[in-house]
C-alpha cells in the first residue's frame, strides 16, 4: 500500500552561484555584440545594467563572447540613419537607443551618421521633451525690418578697429529686434534661455549660432555694464578708441584703468601710445581691462605694443535659473548697513572685509565710518556674524539693465572651511534678484571659483588686465 510508504523526498534544488549570470542578461551580452561589434564591454555592462539592474564586470563579458553562444537574430535592430523615412522617426530612433544605455558615439556609428547630429537630437529632446520629435520649419516666420537709425549705429560699429566682423553681426541683430515691434522673445529673455540651455561655457565650444549670438550679446552688455559701474565714482577721460576712468584718491592700478570703446574708428596702437602718456600726467599706471571673448583682437596688438598681461580673472555669472541655494551653517546671521547703524558697526563691517583679504589691514578709523555712510555701496554691503561674532563680508553693486557685480566676499581666518562664503554669496545672489537683477557676476580666480560654482555661478568669460611695461611709459 503506497499509503503506508514514506513519501518520496523532492528533488534537490540546485543553488544559484551569484556570481553566475542569468542566461537572460548572457543572451542580451551576445546579441549586443552581434548588433554592434565595436562595442567595448565597459558599454555593453552600462546597457545591461539599464535593462537589468546587474552590471557584469569586463572579464565577465569577454568570457561570454569567447564561449561561443549564438546570438538569437543577426537583423539590424534598426536600419541606419539615411535608409528611414522620416525626419520623426530617425529622432525616435535616436532617443531610444540612449534611454536603452548606447551612448552617442556608438549610436552615431551603429546609424551611420555624424555625432554632431546625434547630440543635437538629445539636446532638443532635454529642452522639448517629445514635441521635439516632430520635424520644425525652417522657413522665416517674421519679416525683418531695418530702419534708418539701424542702418546708422551698424555703420557707426563696423568703423571700430577692434570690433570684428561677427560683433558687428551679433549686434546689429540686437538692434534689429529692438526696432521691430513684432519680435518676441527680447534679447535679454533670449541671453538668459543661451545662460540656461548651454551652461554659458566659452564661445569656441559652443556650435549653434543662435546661442553664441545671445551669448555675445550678453558679453557686450556685460562690457558695457562695466563702463557703467566705472563712471559712478571715477573720473571720465574720452582718448578714442579707449575710456580713462582715474579715481580721485586710490592710486592703486586696480582702481584706475582704461575700457576700450565699441564705436570708433581711431587706431588702436595710436590709441595705446596716448594711454602711455594720459596715465603718467595723472600718477597712474597705464592700465587696460576687456572681456577677452569681446574683444579677442586686443591681447596680439597689446604684446606686440609692449604691454604685458598682469591678471586674467574668470567672469562668472548667475541668472535665477542657474541659482542653487547654499546649504546653511547653524548660528550665521547676515545683515546690512541701514540709516540707523552705529559707527562701531560701521567699522566692524569695513574691518571684516579689510581682514579677510589682508590680515595685516589698518582698522578703520570712525571719520571713514562716517564717509563710508555717502557710499552708493552702503546700503548693499552686508556683514556676517556667526554666534555673534564677525566672520565674512561681502556686497553688491548698483542694479542697471538687469546687471549688478558681486563683490568683497570674503571670510575671516579663523572661520574658513565652514561654508560661510557660499552661504554669503548665495545670499547676496538672492537679494540682488529681489531688488530686481536678472544677471549677477563676479570675478573669480581658479580656487575660490569652487565656492561660487556651488551656488549656481557658472564660468562665462575671461577679463584681461594689461600694463604698460616701464619702458613704454612716457
Not at 563572447?65 to 535608409?83: D, F, I, M, N, V
Not at 555625432?115 to 532635454?126: N, S
Request: hydrophobic residues 35%; contains cysteine; positive net charge.
Amino acid at each position: 500500500m503506497a499509503s503506508l510508504l514514506p513519501p518520496e523526498p523532492p528533488p534537490p534544488v540546485p543553488k544559484l552561484d551569484k556570481r553566475s549570470l542569468p542566461p537572460d542578461i548572457r543572451q542580451e551580452i551576445v546579441d549586443l555584440h552581434a548588433q554592434y561589434p565595436a562595442f567595448r564591454p565597459h558599454e555593453i555592462a552600462t546597457i545591461c545594467f539599464v535593462k537589468f539592474n546587474r552590471k557584469p564586470a569586463p572579464a565577465t563579458i569577454q568570457l561570454i563572447l569567447a564561449s561561443g553562444q549564438k546570438p538569437s537574430t543577426t537583423e539590424r535592430r534598426y536600419p541606419r540613419y539615411a535608409e528611414m523615412q522620416d525626419g520623426e522617426t530617425k529622432r525616435r530612433t535616436v532617443i531610444r537607443l540612449h534611454v536603452d544605455g548606447w551612448n552617442a558615439k556608438s549610436i552615431a556609428t551603429y546609424l551611420d551618421v555624424s555625432r554632431k547630429t546625434v547630440h543635437g537630437i538629445l539636446r532638443r529632446f532635454a529642452e522639448e521633451q517629445f514635441a521635439g520629435l516632430a520635424d520644425k520649419s525652417h522657413a522665416r516666420k517674421q519679416l525683418r525690418k531695418v530702419d534708418i537709425s539701424t542702418i546708422q549705429e551698424i555703420k557707426k560699429l563696423s568703423e571700430n578697429p577692434i570690433i570684428g566682423a561677427y560683433r558687428v553681426s551679433a549686434a546689429a541683430s540686437d538692434l534689429s529686434s529692438h526696432s521691430s515691434p513684432s519680435t518676441d522673445p527680447s534679447a535679454n529673455e533670449v541671453s538668459l534661455l543661451a545662460f540656461r540651455q548651454i551652461g554659458y561655457h566659452r564661445m569656441g565650444k559652443i556650435e549653434d549660432p543662435a546661442c553664441r549670438r545671445s551669448i555675445m550679446l550678453s558679453l557686450l552688455s556685460l562690457q558695457e555694464y562695466i563702463r557703467f559701474e566705472a563712471r559712478q565714482d571715477h573720473e571720465v577721460v574720452s582718448s578714442p578708441p579707449f575710456t580713462l576712468f582715474f579715481h580721485p584718491t586710490n592710486t592703486r592700478s586696480w582702481a584706475n584703468y582704461a575700457l576700450p570703446d565699441t564705436s570708433g574708428n581711431s587706431p588702436v596702437q595710436d590709441g595705446l601710445r596716448r594711454l602711455e602718456t594720459l596715465f603718467p600726467e595723472h600718477d597712474r599706471t597705464p592700465c587696460l581691462r576687456f572681456i577677452e571673448e569681446v574683444f579677442p583682437h586686443l591681447p596680439p596688438i597689446l604684446r606686440s605694443s609692449g604691454w604685458f598681461e598682469v591678471e586674467r580673472p574668470q567672469v562668472m555669472i548667475c541668472t535665477p535659473e542657474t541659482f542653487r541655494p547654499a546649504p546653511g551653517v547653524l548660528g550665521l546671521s547676515i545683515t546690512s548697513f541701514s540709516k540707523q547703524s552705529s559707527v562701531e558697526e560701521i567699522c566692524e563691517g569695513l574691518d571684516t572685509t579689510a581682514l579677510g583679504f589682508n590680515p595685516q589691514a589698518e582698522r578703520a578709523t570712525p571719520q571713514e565710518a562716517e564717509e563710508f555712510r555717502q557710499n552708493p555701496l552702503f546700503s548693499r554691503t552686508y556683514t556676517a556674524h556667526l554666534q555673534e561674532q564677525p566672520a565674512g563680508a561681502g556686497r553688491f553693486t548698483e542694479i542697471h539693465q538687469g546687471w549688478t557685480e558681486l563683490g568683497g566676499i570674503t571670510t575671516l581666518s579663523p572661520f574658513r572651511r565652514r561654508g560661510i562664503a557660499a552661504v554669503v554669496t548665495a545670499f547676496l545672489t538672492q537679494e540682488a534678484f529681489r531688488q530686481g537683477a536678472t544677471r549677477a557676476f563676479l570675478l573669480a580666480g581658479k580656487q575660490a571659483s569652487r565656492v561660487y560654482e556651488r551656488v549656481g555661478f557658472l564660468p562665462s568669460a575671461t577679463l584681461m588686465v594689461y600694463e604698460a611695461s616701464p619702458s613704454s611709459v612716457r
